[in-house]
């Protein structure tokens, strides 16, 4: 039984009727992590927006459904929506620079969710931010809860939005290329703290990332996507090692990999690109 | 992606309106002489403080009434718009002259080159501009050259301080780098390459800066340092109205009127260009 | 002519630290380089690494005298081209060459693509001569001759990457240093960056040195590697043996770092 359902989903452009997403569906069970993985402009990030309802102004979701357990999403009211997503999602960000507010402390960043969304007291939210802090292993919490963003670390930024991403217990967590930024010792660490936060709260997961090697870390399943189409839905074994689409196989032989350099950096054929363009824009009726 | 497809540029109305009020005042600044319905300078007596044309005692040929001294009030507005334009235009590009030369050759050069020049933009900035000018009009006396010098004086700062901060973002862009190993000297990058990325940035100030001019200029003449009371100007006619508030409003309050669309007209310009050319949105 | 086409001793790079500079005195100073000591030999194709912090690309504008070092000196072809006046750089200028992280920082929005490849080739030559040059260029790197007009925003990320490798090459030179080429790219966009600028090394006979990140695209590129650390060298080995025997902790990190596209419970 899926937890997150997507069904067709196809969003536009505004206006010109530009296909961004060509009829995505996906299912997510409860407690997997759910890999989106493509090149840019294949759609990945937008998924995660629309499912979060954070889509720019410019685009609109034309068609399909979004199901978060038993709630029909894009069903629901507007405002009903909102809440709803307040309540049982979160979002990892990419850019830990820009995804914390310069001017605040991070306390209250972490707490936001808590009071605002949950209606808890300033004590009880401080208790529980010192709590995630710890688990996300900042050392002295209480000293980083009063610091400025431009205080920590990038790696250390990052942390502190998985813990202000778990805060609130969310059922479902979209994390949008949480480690792009960071240089790879610091990913490392980062991708094993949002594998250990996972099992341990047990969250359901959404992945979106270009980078096959942090899949292979992190996800159970994947998704590949092109031009806005799944061309491959698997687990992650037979992703890696027997990949269906000539596409995902192309990607994979581009990956660079330093224990099989002659297998790696391999240019995707432009055949295969004509015809998996072809392949999304039969979608297109 | 979707971001950038959704900034579409638009130009607003309060744009559009203006564009077209400067029209009317650079016409107005060439074509003074044709455009007067009368001469600005002749007295007449008889026919002092004529209310504007609606009003029951005016006189045909003298739309906005007349002064105390019975000289028309749209003529002398209209030749008034004569000397704002020098003073913007004029005053302006001087401004924008060496204030941009300093500031380019500070932000690109750094070293004590820099130090030097933004100590002194420091320490000029610290005047109250206002003073200064009149301060330093008082000094090299009055008239039309003398204005102009005081905001250049004063106003080359301006420039001097958006040019360097510009120049120093567009210096740390790898494009400058690339033309000094192609070869390319420091002179020639900066003109070549440097220069062009900050001119949009430069001409949007000197908008700004022509609006300013036209208050200042407005100011001294208030307070009689401008150009000899004589001539027509827009500050001038201000003070003069001033005194007449009571029998005679329209001397005072058409010249205040131009003044405020017409400065307002030159910052909404400025801003808008500012806006299209921040590279941020750009 | 020396096997050795750059050597570098005893490099030193330290700059005002602004941020912690006090209103009257002077700022303190960051040592960013401390004190490298390397041989670059000729055709060979070298890799730097290191992550964000390391002074790798520090190093590479500094080997280019793009900033002056405080101590040391850099041999380019048997030169001293640290104590030279800027004026006497002129041959070094053209001899080598370099491919930017950021090609749409690096092309001035400005010129057109065949302007931007010219533009260098005029101080030796006549315009004619130099507009021709830079459309073989352009053929080299693969790109339409259409793409001659126009100009850099105009054209994707790796068309840019493109024109960037076209620029340099264009001016003939002997060494090409590559300062994170690939890294604003996709993985497919990367890889045919990636063979290009490999195929026209060896073909031309070229010196590269390859400033990167990814250990695993110096792993397919590079002869030699150099791991930076904290403005410091912490290892410089042949590829291969790097790779499967790295002798400092650091490098043995930094590998076991990179996310292979494997599962791997243990990682």
Known sequence: MSFLTIQDLDVRLRGSGQRLLRGVSLEVAQGQVHGLVGESGAGKSMIGKAILDVLPRSVEIAGGRITLGETDLTALPAKARRHELGQRTALIPQDPLTALNPARRIGGQITDRLTRVLGWGAARADARAVELLDEVQISDPARVMKSYPHELSGGMRQRVLIAAAFAAEPELIIADEPTTALDVTVQKQILKMIAAMQAAHNTTMLFVTHDLGVVARVCQRVSVLFAGHVVEDADIHTLLSVPGHPYSQALLSATPRYDDPRASLRPVPQSVIDATRAEAEAHDV | MAEALQIRRRTPLRLWLSCGWLTVFFACAIFAGPLSPQDPLAQDLLFERLPPFWASGAEPGFWLGTDSLGRDVLSRMIHGARI????????????????????????????????????????????????????????????????????????WTRFCRVVRAETMAQSRMDYVDSARIAGFSRARTLFREVFPNVLPVIIAVLTLEMGIAVVVEAILSFVNLSISSDDPTWGGMISEGRLSIHQAWWVLVFPMITLFLTVLSFTQLGEALRERFDPVLR | MSEVLIAVRNLEVSLPDMAHKLPMGRAPMIHILKGL???????????????????????????????????????????DITHTREKSLRGFRQKAQMIFQDPLSSLNPRHTILGLIAAPLTLRMGRAEARTRAAE??????????????????????????????????????????????????????????????????DLGLTLAFISHDLSVVRRLCDRTIVMEGGKIVEDAGTAALFTRPSSDYTRALIDAIPLPVVDQLW
């Open chain 2, 84 to 155: 704002a334009a020098i003073v913007a235009l004029v005053a302006g590009f001087g401004a924008c002259i060496i204030g941009t030369t300093l500031g380019l050759i500070a932000g690109y050069y750094r070293g004590w080159v820099d130090q030097i020049i933004s100590r002194i933009v420091d320490v000029w900035m610290s005047f109250p501009a206002v003073l200064f000018a009149i301060l330093l009009v008082a000094v090299i006396g009055t008239g039309l050259t003398s204005v102009i010098v005081a905001i250049v004086v004063i106003d």
């Open chain 3, 137 to 202: 260029a352009l053929e080299m790197v693969g790109l339409p001759a259409n793409f001659a007009r126009r100009y850099p925003h105009e054209i994707s990320g790796g068309q840019r990457q493109r024109v960037g490798i076209a620029r340099a090459i264009a001016q003939r030179p002997t060494f090409i240093l590559a300062d994170e080429i690939a890294s604003g790219l996709d993985v497919s966009s990367q890889a045919v960056i990636l063979s290009l600028l490999q195929d026209l090394v060896r």
């Open chain 3, 37 to 79: 000591n390397f041989d670059v030999p000729r055709g060979s194709v070298i890799g730097i690494v290191g992550e964000s912090g390391s002074g790798k690309s520090t190093l590479g504008r500094a080997i280019l005298r793009l900033i002056e070092p405080t101590a040391g000196t850099v041999i380019f072809d048997d030169e």
